[in-house]
Every structure is written in structure tokens, then in C-alpha cells.
């Protein structure tokens, strides 16, 4: 099966920018995670779906921070304006619903964003 | 608020070595842990799944066990190779629908 597709891959902007993230999940994972790695440090998570529903958004700094998840498919996050300390990898990670939470977490490669 | 602790932060052994990454947990009431392996520039794979009820798991020459009562997790990794070098990382989960809450992971380099 196709693995969680991220991109871009790489992104440098300038502090106040704006920048977006685009992920698809594997096909017909419920569950969609965005997580924040900085360097260094083990990844947070941002904001959770379960289809089109937000699940968990509890550390997602919604000030700048925004995401989306249109038919429950595709997802994308957003950063407006960005702060240097928002340089990270962004990971998404999917789950298929069957099997609650003992399904295992898939994830993407990442995209690494760096803000000068 | 749980906070996941790993220790060694880096570890560098010559192959053939079996090895122990350790993994510790601040609030005991959790789900389930995972164990997951990170390569430069990827996404997380995961290894190892253990529920709160179980002691231990084991795929190939992993293993990892679970005390859940001192807050304690460790991932056994038997005749290490070179391509086991890798940041490995564990996280652990309070409840259904609850987020994993990761460690910073420990960086292992296996020498040939």
C-alpha cells in the first residue's frame, strides 16, 4: 500500500511569512495527526482528526496555526505568520479507525521547515 | 502531565553487541506504549506496541518489556548490526483517543 505522502519536502521562509503543508493519508485511514518535531526533541502533536473531525487541537498555537481536513481525506496545516521558533519537521501520521487505538501510527516523511 | 524520559540520550557500540535503550514515565495510568525507530529525514516507523495489561513483545531481535508500575520501559536489541543505527524513540498513551507522548529518543550508532 502507498505510504502517508507529504510535501514539500523542504521549506525556508522569512519570519512573518505565511507557509502551508499538504499530507494524504494512507486510503482509508479515519484518524489524521499532525505532529511538530524540533530538533532534538520527541514529537508533539498538534492537532488530531477522526474524518472530518477535530479530535485533539489542545497544543496547536491557534493564534497562527491552522489546519484542515476537507472529506475527511486530505489534510492541510497552515502557519500565518511564522516565528522563528516554528523551525521543526512537520510530520503526519495516519491510523485506520478499526482497531481503535491499537492501530499502529504510519507517518509520513516529514516536511522541514526552517524560518530565517 | 506525563513527561517521557529516555536515557542514553546517544549510544555508540560495535556490532554484535546486544543493547538496552531505556525509556521512563511519569504517570503510570497509560494505555499503551510504542516503541518507534526514526531515520535521518524520515517519519516514524513503529516497532513494538505493548498494552497496559501486557508485560513484554517481541518481533525478531527486539524486545521490549513494560513495568508499569515503576514508570519503566526498556527495548531490548539483540546482535546489533549497522543498519540498526537509528533514533529510537518510545511514547506512551494515557487513554482511548488520548495523543502519544513521546520521549526525545536515544540516537544509536552501531559500528562495524
Known amino acids: 500500500e502507498a505510504g502517508v505522502a507529504q510535501s514539500p519536502r523542504y521549506k525556508i521562509i522569512e519570519k512573518r511569512q505565511s507557509v502551508a503543508f499538504w499530507c494524504n493519508p494512507i486510503?482509508?485511514?479515519?484518524?489524521l495527526y499532525w505532529y511538530q518535531q524540533i530538533l532534538g526533541q520527541g514529537p508533539k502533536l498538534l492537532i488530531q482528526?477522526?474524518?472530518?473531525?477535530?479530535?485533539?487541537d489542545s497544543q496547536l498555537p491557534k493564534d497562527r496555526f491552522s489546519a484542515e481536513r476537507l472529506k475527511g481525506v486530505d489534510s492541510t496545516l497552515k502557519i500565518q505568520p511564522a516565528k522563528l521558533e516554528d523551525s521543526a519537521v512537520y510530520l503526519c501520521?495516519?491510523?485506520?479507525?478499526?482497531?481503535?487505538?491499537?492501530?499502529?501510527?504510519?507517518f509520513g516523511n516529514g516536511t522541514r521547515l526552517t524560518v530565517t | 502531565k506525563q513527561e517521557v524520559t529516555q536515557i542514553p540520550a546517544a549510544l555508540s557500540v560495535p556490532e554484535g553487541e546486544n543493547l538496552v535503550l531505556n525509556c521512563s514515565f511519569t504517570?503510570?495510568?497509560?494505555?499503551?506504549l510504542q516503541w518507534f525507530r526514526q531515520d535521518p529525514g524520515k517519519g516514524l516507523t513503529s516497532l513494538l506496541l505493548?498494552?497496559?495489561?501486557?508485560r513484554e513483545q517481541t518481533s525478531g531481535r527486539l524486545n521490549a518489556s513494560l513495568d508499569k508500575s515503576s514508570g519503566r520501559s526498556t527495548l531490548y536489541i539483540a546482535a546489533s548490526q549497522p543498519g540498526d543505527s537509528a533514533t529510537y524513540l518510545c511514547?506512551?498513551?494515557?487513554?482511548?483517543?488520548?495523543?502519544?507522548?513521546f520521549g526525545a529518543g536515544t540516537i544509536l550508532r552501531v559500528k562495524s
Open positions: 501520521a495516519s491510523s485506520s479507525m478499526v482497531a481503535g487505538n491499537n492501530s499502529p501510527l504510519h
Open positions: 511514547a506512551v498513551r494515557r487513554g482511548y483517543g488520548n495523543k502519544l507522548v
Open positions: 482528526f477522526q474524518n472530518n473531525g477535530v479530535v485533539d
Open positions: 505493548i498494552q497496559s495489561s501486557q
Open positions: 486510503s482509508g485511514h479515519a484518524t
Open positions: 504517570d503510570s495510568a497509560i494505555y499503551n
